[in-house]
């Protein structure tokens, strides 16, 4: 029988766990249930569903429907890529307010992105929506040894791909009304989900568990800690932070800001060598950083800048269920 893997702390995920409360066993022929960053289907289907809503994940005001339309193909097939998978193709129902362009503008973003990732468009839904703009990306991949989140044991490294930090920055200067950096705002556009770099990773060392930093890392970690059943320590000077991200807490963006779509990964001790580590930074143009350890325990700590005493991340990252501050997207 197969157990839906435990998740973090937060409302969206209080509202999972009742959701699936009770429910009868699983069929054999799924190898992943819900929980982890997609389902896998005998023998190695993945499956993965994603939503973006105007106003809560973009505003028109912000970027165009096409860019939307990219945004949600790259956020939607990063679940993909932290399971070590291989993009199949997408399937993506729209709701669109008048006029009807927005969703052909939308729509094209999806497919140019899909085919730009190796995949196809391989249908889905269009209908009318009284507002606002909505996009749902399925992404259909395949995975011969999927990585979980469930895996991590005490000992192993924890790294990540890329920088943090990024895509809540531009939102950050978008709320106050900051020039923008272009960086930030290609990281927000145009998410790169991390199919091949994992897949490198994952041909020459022992990776564990792996999850995406869709909601942020603080809580993203949580889930994998929860899954796992174990402590993660993170150290907070060796958090690789984007450039050009805004004054005040940057921290506070790398831990708490979300939609980074990197991915975080627990590695058997020892075997990510200097050598190893150079080599995805020539070939991916891409930082892999060393950023905590796995411990015996629970939950997910964080050691100061400079050293000090860890201090327990009882935050997570961004929460669906709360309510929306003014200005927020």
Same mark, same amino acid.
């Given at each position: 029988? #197969?157990?839906?893997?435990?998740?973090?702390?937060? @409302?969206?995920?209080?509202? %999972?766990?009742?959701?699936?409360? =009770?429910?009868?066993?699983?069929?054999?022929?799924?190898?992943?249930?819900?929980?982890?960053?997609?389902?896998?289907?005998?023998? $190695?289907? #993945? #499956?993965?569903?994603?939503?973006?809503?105007?106003?809560?994940?973009? @505003?028109?005001?912000?970027i165009s429907a096409r860019e939307a339309g990219i945004r949600a193909v790259g956020a939607a097939v990063s679940d993909l890529a932290a399971m070590g998978g291989e993009l199949i193709g997408v399937l993506a129902s729209v709701a669109t307010p008048p006029p009807g362009d927005l969703g052909e503008e939308l729509?094209? =973003?999806?497919?140019?992105?899909?085919?730009?990732?190796?995949?196809?468009?391989? =249908?889905? $839904?269009?209908?009318?929506?009284? /507002?606002?703009?909505?996009? $749902? #990306?399925?992404v259909l991949g395949r995975a011969p040894r999927p990585l979980l989140r469930s895996g991590a044991r005490a000992g192993d490294e924890l790294w990540v791909t890329g920088f943090l930090g990024a895509a809540a920055g531009a939102v950050a200067c978008w709320q106050a009304g900051d020039p923008l950096p272009p960086g930030l705002r290609q990281a927000f556009v145009r998410p790169e989900p991390r199919l091949q770099e994992v897949r490198w990773l994952t041909s020459r060392v022992r990776v564990?568990?792996? %999850?995406?930093?869709? $909601?942020?890392?603080?809580?993203?970690?949580g889930h994998l800690s929860a899954a796992s059943a174990v402590a993660l320590r993170l150290q907070a000077g060796a958090l690789p932070l984007a450039s050009d991200l805004p004054g005040g807490d940057t921290l506070e963006l790398a831990l708490h800001g979300g939609e980074d779509y990197e991915v975080l990964l627990a590695v058997a001790p020892g075997t990510l060598s200097r050598e190893l580590v150079d080599e995805f930074a020539r070939r991916f143009q891409l930082p892999l950083t060393r950023i905590g350890d796995v411990e015996?325990?629970?939950?997910?700590?964080?050691?100061?800048?400079? =050293? /000090?005493?860890?201090?327990?991340?009882?935050?997570?990252?961004?929460?669906?269920?709360?309510?929306?501050?003014?200005?927020?997207?």
């Open positions: 029988m #197969v157990s839906p893997a435990a998740l973090g702390p937060g @409302r969206e995920f209080d509202q %999972i766990r009742r959701t699936l409360a =009770g429910a009868p066993p699983l069929p054999d022929d799924v190898v992943v249930g819900p929980g982890d960053d997609a389902a896998v289907l005998a023998p $190695d289907v #993945v #499956v993965s569903t994603d939503l973006a809503v105007e106003g809560v994940h973009f @505003r028109l005001d912000w729509m094209g =973003g999806v497919r140019s992105r899909t085919e730009e990732l190796g995949g196809h468009l391989l =249908g889905g $839904d269009l209908t009318r929506s009284p /507002g606002p703009l909505l996009v $749902d #990306v399925v564990t568990a792996a %999850i995406d930093l869709s $909601d942020g890392l603080a809580g993203d970690a015996t325990g629970s939950g997910v700590s964080l050691v100061p800048t400079g =050293g /000090g005493p860890p201090e327990a991340l009882a935050r997570g990252g961004f929460d669906h269920l709360a309510v929306p501050e003014a200005g927020d997207p």
